[in-house]
């Protein structure tokens, strides 16, 4: 008999829904566990911005008194006074190959945001405030996804859309061969482009005054945001919070603010694909772990360039042309052989131009869904 219950954010509740998918990925070669204490962190509220904007619940299904799906569904009321539409997320959906299961933890999560006046569920979405990863991957399901990025089976999707779930917003995400992008045409012209329109690029120090600069960060992001975005731009504090809880995989040589004058009006940040390490170590900060990542972050070769943004008036003048050519030199020099570009809006043209230009390949897709509650 399948029952669903309503998992309290105990940490025991907390380890028990972090687990499931140690089971149903049990085996599978391309499946990364994430590091389990970071994640049962997040999930209790630790450092984490979004469950402080609203309301949220944990759901577990049962078959007996074996686990078999879980769902986390919420509401983020300060989005909604942004967008004014009545949208309750999901996030860390799983279950295994049953529809029944699938559907039980889907019913839950649904009355409950129906009971909460919502008009429709969103999701897959992130279970905290960053954006680095969206949706439900339903292209390129070949190899492991990069740190912070989702993996799912293709059954998944299955599931979802079978359940009633339509698109709701595509992501898309480009590799680029370092062998493959020509940089030498690209340094001369990025030199003339800054004393052209004024501007110079800074590395960060995520060593330093991670505040200040997540301050700078903030007020570059809220100018360049699009309006259109379903999201809250985020605050410096938001920002900060992020940097801390990111800080061990931050790499001073992949973080850029680009400045006229003092005012920042450009920032980019590739993070090392920690992932190659994760799936040594199980989600666990062992002894063994913490040794795998001391003596391996040297020798991840791949990166993923997880954000970028440039104010509206320094657009199309090559400031994402200086920050992505730095990046890549840096990358260069450390041995890294492909860089990652992820997650795209399938709406957002400029930067699907830019990554084309560079020679990015489109490999994987991402699928935002969302289902009626009316």
Not at 214 to 238: G, M, N, Y
């Amino acid at each position: 008999m399948i029952k669903v219950v309503e998992l309290k954010p105990t940490r025991r509740n907390i380890s028990a829904f972090v687990r499931l998918p140690y089971d149903i990925y049990r085996g599978d070669p391309f499946w990364v566990p994430p590091l389990l204490a970071d994640q049962k962190q997040l999930l209790r509220g630790k450092r984490n911005g979004l469950f402080d904007n609203g309301v949220h619940k944990f759901f577990m299904a049962y078959d007996g008194e074996r686990p078999v799906a879980r769902v986390l569904a919420g509401i983020d009321y300060k989005l909604m006074e942004r967008t004014q539409v009545k949208e309750g997320y999901i996030s860390l959906f799983e279950s295994y190959n049953q529809f029944e299961y699938a559907k039980a933890v889907l019913d839950a999560a649904a009355e409950f945001l129906r009971s909460e006046g919502m008009d429709a569920m969103v999701g897959p979405n992130p279970p905290s405030f960053d954006d680095f990863h969206k949706g439900m991957l339903v292209k390129g399901f070949d190899d492991p996804p990069t740190l912070y990025n989702s993996y799912n089976r293709p059954y998944l999707v299955e599931l979802f859309e079978k359940y009633g779930f339509t698109k709701y917003c595509d992501h898309y995400a480009y590799k680029s061969a370092m062998d493959e992008f020509n940089a030498d045409r690209y340094e001369a012209l990025l030199e003339r482009a800054q004393n052209r329109f004024g501007f110079h690029v800074k590395q960060m120090d995520f060593k330093g005054d991670i505040r200040a600069q997540a301050k700078d960060v903030a007020r570059c992001v809220s100018e360049a945001f699009p309006p259109h975005w379903k999201l809250l731009p985020p605050t410096a504090e938001d920002i900060y919070r992020e940097f801390k809880r990111m800080q061990f995989f931050l790499d001073d040589q992949y973080g850029f603010l680009a400045y006229a004058d003092d005012r920042p009006v450009g920032f980019a940040l590739s993070v090392p694909d920690y992932n190659q390490l994760f799936k040594k170590m199980h989600g666990r900060l062992t002894p063994a772990g913490i040794w795998i990542l001391l003596t391996g972050r040297k020798k991840i070769d791949q990166l993923r360039a997880v954000m970028q943004f440039v104010v509206p008036d320094f657009q199309n003048k090559a400031v994402n042309g200086v920050m992505y050519y730095r990046t890549f030199e840096n990358a260069r020099r450390a041995g890294i052989r492909v860089i990652e570009g992820s997650t795209i809006d399938e709406h957002n043209i400029q930067s699907i131009v830019s990554m084309e230009k560079t020679g990015g390949k489109l490999y994987r897709i991402y699928r935002q869904y969302t289902c009626p509650l009316r």
